[in-house]
């Protein structure tokens, strides 16, 4: 069924030699939709910490934040290329197409992932730079070189990557960790899954031409709807569980409540429409909202510190 070999990076090397790159090109090696969901949930992280971080350092920490996200994407790409090429929906990337050589993704996802870390190490402190570090080591390594080839659950590990910004943010304003930061990171770690998942259910065939393990190749897409209503239901609490923490106000409960609520019934629909392309479009409605999901809540709790609406409990002190 696969057509990845153990030369995989013999496989990489064959790709198209002369580098065709233009800035476009290295602006999409660094994933920018991604990115831009980094900045939102971190600035969120760094908006709701205690204390007031100067402008230009919330700035220079926000950018190194959102460079070290790319760099992942850069290094994503340099890897996966095999892969890439075999998939309709990446096939066009710089690498596999031939714009980008895998060596060039390579030396600038590195540049930009060390100096990202030395950056906001330097800058902000060294506990949100060990932060960051450890981010984009578990994307590109834990993620991408083992999990994403190997297990069903790699989207559900792996999300932990895509979930720690909103920490490192939080560090990175405060110089600890709070309870607060690991609550929106749980919120991110438990809406990665439903999110890919719904992806994964409409390109099915593509994961499986090239032998990702991805969990509707592997169980079915039926036991896919399944688990995606799960999580829906338990990112639910989780969804409203900031305006219980000191950090979201009547506001934020208002719209997480409606936000969860109506992903849930998406969820529903997803679980029981089956057949043909009703499914899919359920599935392509379901990812459509999940993204607004994640941004309605964390752009929530940005508009509510912007103009000053009280939460609804009292901030908790924080426990490292």
């Not at 990175?172 to 309870?179: D, H, N, Q, Y």
């Amino acid at each position: 069924m696969s057509l990845i070999h153990d030369d995989r990076i013999d496989a990489v090397a064959a790709l198209p030699g002369p580098s065709l790159a233009g800035v476009e090109d290295y602006l999409a090696l660094l994933k920018p939709r991604v990115m831009s969901l980094v900045v939102v949930t971190a600035l969120t992280g760094m908006v709701a910490a205690p204390g007031d971080l100067h402008p230009v350092l919330m700035a220079i920490s926000l950018l190194c934040i959102a460079v070290g996200a790319g760099a992942s994407g850069a290094l994503n790409m340099w890897w996966d290329a095999d892969i890439d090429a075999i998939m309709t929906r990446t096939a066009t990337r710089p690498v596999p197409a031939g714009r980008v050589t895998p060596g060039e993704a390579l030396a600038f996802g590195m540049t930009l992932s060390v100096g990202s870390v030395l950056m906001l190490g330097l800058t902000a402190n060294w506990l949100a730079a060990g932060l960051l570090a450890f981010t984009i080591f578990f994307y590109v390594v834990i993620y991408t070189m083992w999990l994403k080839r190997s297990t069903p659950q790699n989207i559900v590990i792996g999300g932990l990557a895509g979930a720690m910004p909103p920490m490192v943010a939080w560090a990175a304003a405060t110089g600890s960790v709070g309870l607060e930061s690991a609550v929106l990171v749980a919120l991110i770690f438990m809406w990665t899954p439903p999110h890919f998942w719904a992806l994964a259910l409409i390109k099915c065939d593509d994961y499986e031409r090239a032998g990702v393990p991805m969990l509707p190749v592997v169980a079915g897409p039926d036991e896919t709807r399944r688990q995606i209503l799960l999580y829906a239901l338990a990112l639910g609490p989780l969804g409203v569980a900031p305006a219980f923490i000191g950090l979201g106000g009547w506001l934020y409960l208002a719209v997480s409540i409606v936000v969860g609520v109506e992903f849930v019934r998406r969820a529903i629909v997803v679980h029981r429409v089956r057949e043909g392309e009703a499914a899919r479009k359920a599935a392509g409605k379901l990812f459509g909202f999940s993204l607004v999901h994640l941004f309605a809540l964390f752009a929530t709790l940005l508009i509510e510190k912007a103009v000053g609406l009280a939460p609804l409990t009292a901030p908790l002190d924080g426990w490292m």
